[in-house]
């Protein structure tokens, strides 16, 4: 698990390296470049610079302090008897039977079609911290259902039964 923490450390690296680029040098240049020609009340060009340039700003800012959280993450911590990031989940739905299993990644990592849904999701913040056998009422836009915890892996790959 080390190493897909990593591995989406090393994205929100290069995210990073690419946004500080784009904001420290391109930008500076497309907005000098706009400003140059004239007047700044009826430049396009400077208006979207400028309004590029809050919006990387922000996300530079988004992908600085998710890397510090993920960085953050201290395996020695984990409880092994819960449900969180990388558990492997087996679900039952109360009312239908339907059973599924979903894994909890992190929000980078994200893939519905491969069972791998986010733990910052609706579903995945319902299910964190909970345990074998419980029952847990899960609210979406969509619709309020409850879910019956089968049995999980956890983070340290450890299977944990009833």
Do not use: C, W
């Not at 690296?13 to 907005?31: C, M, N, S, T």
């Not at 894994?103 to 990592?109: C, N, R, T």
């Not at 893939?111 to 299910?127: E, R, T």
């Amino acid at each position: 698990m080390k190493e897909r923490i990593q591995a989406v450390r090393q994205k929100l690296e290069d995210e990073i390296a690419e946004a500080r680029y784009e904001f420290e040098v391109e930008l500076p240049i497309r907005i000098e470049e706009a400003r140059s020609k004239g007047d700044l009340s009826e430049n396009a060009e400077y208006d979207a610079a400028k309004e590029r340039q809050g919006y990387v700003h922000l996300r530079l800012m988004q992908l600085q302090h998710r890397h510090k959280k993920l960085s953050g993450i201290d395996l020695n911590d984990v409880d092994p008897k819960t449900v969180g990031l990388y558990s492997v989940v087996d679900l039952k739905e109360v009312e239908s039977g339907k059973e599924y299993s979903y894994e909890l990644v992190l929000p980078e990592e994200m893939d519905i079609k491969k069972g791998m849904i986010s733990i910052m999701s609706p579903i995945g913040q319902q299910l964190r911290g909970k345990s074998v056998s419980e029952t847990v009422e899960i609210q979406t836009p969509a619709r309020t259902f409850e879910i019956k915890i089968l049995t999980f892996t956890n983070i340290l790959g450890e299977k944990v039964e009833s």
